[in-house]
């Protein structure tokens, strides 16, 4: 019988007390590959990828072949010391599931359960993917070939949320999640006693000078009625008050909800740097780090569909959101590969990252119950 609540809870529990970062996740994959070898074999192939090694792909074989439907949960935890006090806290140091990626995998086994006992029409493609926090994982699965012989014609993926109610299922036509871009920028200039500041240069007011500057983007390059995010969150300079600071450091993110307001302000970024080096007589060395974090872009008619038979069903709660300025690696995978992100609700008063983040487990039955569903629909669709 397909894993059900029952099972799933203490599954979950399980994987919250085992958080690993990304691209280390192999205490998590072996876990993942235990429970996978106890589900019927009879339509499953299991793959390893040698290029992303804490990454697992599944193939469900429907009837036909000409047709793949993709699933992908990501498994990666945060770098965040819990202080939740659950008897299944992490008992990994300074790691947990900060993000809910343990809530992810325990849906996504929970409908490949379904499916490894209810033989789909089309193959099925799982995708067990490491490093979404930190490393572009979307993005290094899929450029490692590991998917070009089980590539899939329509991907999906949640991501769960604390502010809806336990098992709500969230969606919205066109874009859910902004892309993201690092900015992490390194100042040289010259140190120096504080009496004498004309002997030096002084890169704590080049760095005031240039978080300022960056901050006037969205206020003053950015359109009104769309919306953009430049956020520094970072700044160290100097050791003493004494002394005149010859380096400094600035680490930060872009936010946008389309890949090309992404790119406008990562232009203004290098503009205004360039200017603020010019002016400043310093060095600045600037890396804006995009990766795999590009906008999740929802697929009209997919999207449409899947939010077509959310509603129509009595028992989804489904909710019409907004689009959120997190990021997501789905985004990379999603400009591949047409499909649908959707948030499902886990009724949490604390947010997403937070080292007191516990979610409702009763919304995984209902993610899964939800999803088995409609995977089965659009399955069905290709007959």
């Known amino acids: ?114 499916f490894a006992e209810n033989q789909p029409e089309t193959d099925m493609i799982f995708l067990f993917q490491p490093a979404e926090e930190n490393a572009s994982g979307g993005k290094r699965l899929y450029e490692s070939g590991a998917l070009d012989d089980w590539m899939p014609d329509e991907i999906f993926a949640f991501h769960d949320n604390p502010d809806l109610p336990a098992g709500a299922i969230g969606c919205r036509l066109g874009t859910l999640f902004a892309g993201t871009c690092e900015i992490h920028a390194h100042l040289t200039g010259k140190s120096g006693h504080a009496a004498f500041p004309h002997n030096a240069n002084d890169m704590v007011v080049a760095g005031s000078a240039l978080v300022q500057q960056l901050q006037t983007i969205v206020s003053r390059n950015v359109d009104p009625i769309q919306s953009g995010v430049v956020t520094l969150g970072h700044f160290t300079a100097g050791t003493i008050g004494n002394v005149i600071a010859g380096e400094a450091q600035i680490d930060g993110t872009i936010r946008a909800l389309t890949q090309e307001m992404n790119a406008h302000i990562q232009r203004r970024v290098r503009t205004i740097t360039e200017g603020i080096a ?48 997190t990021g997501e690696d789905f985004g990379y995978l999603i400009q591949q590969i047409p499909g649908t992100m ?24 209902a993610g899964v119950n939800a999803m088995n569903g409609f995977l089965t629909h659009r399955n069905e669709l290709q007959k």
């Open 1 to 114: 019988m397909a894993l059900q609540q029952a099972e799933l809870i203490p599954i979950y529990q399980h994987l919250h007390q085992i958080p690993e970062l990304g691209l280390e996740e192999h205490e998590t994959q072996a876990y993942l590959l235990q429970l996978i070898s106890q589900m019927p074999q009879d339509f499953l192939t299991v793959k390893k990828v040698a290029a992303v090694p804490t990454a697992l792909l599944v193939k469900v074989s429907g009837h036909k072949h000409d047709y793949r439907i993709g699933y992908r949960t990501d498994i990666d935890g945060l770098p965040v010391t819990e202080a939740t006090d659950l008897p299944f806290a992490s008992k990994h140091p300074g790691k947990m599931h900060a993000c809910g990626h343990d809530i992810h995998m325990t849906v996504a086994l929970g409908i490949l359960s379904y």
């Open 278 to 325: 010019l002016a400043y007589d310093c060095n600045i060395d600037l890396t804006l780090h995009q990766g795999g974090y590009y906008p999740v872009e929802n697929n009209d008619a997919i999207t449409a569909d899947f939010i077509d038979y959310m509603q129509a069903k009595d028992d989804v709660n489904f909710i019409e959101t907004q689009p959120a300025m």
């Open 342 to 365: 959707f948030w499902l609700g886990v009724d949490s008063p604390y947010s997403l990252h937070s080292e007191h983040m516990v979610p409702d487990t009763s919304a995984i039955m």
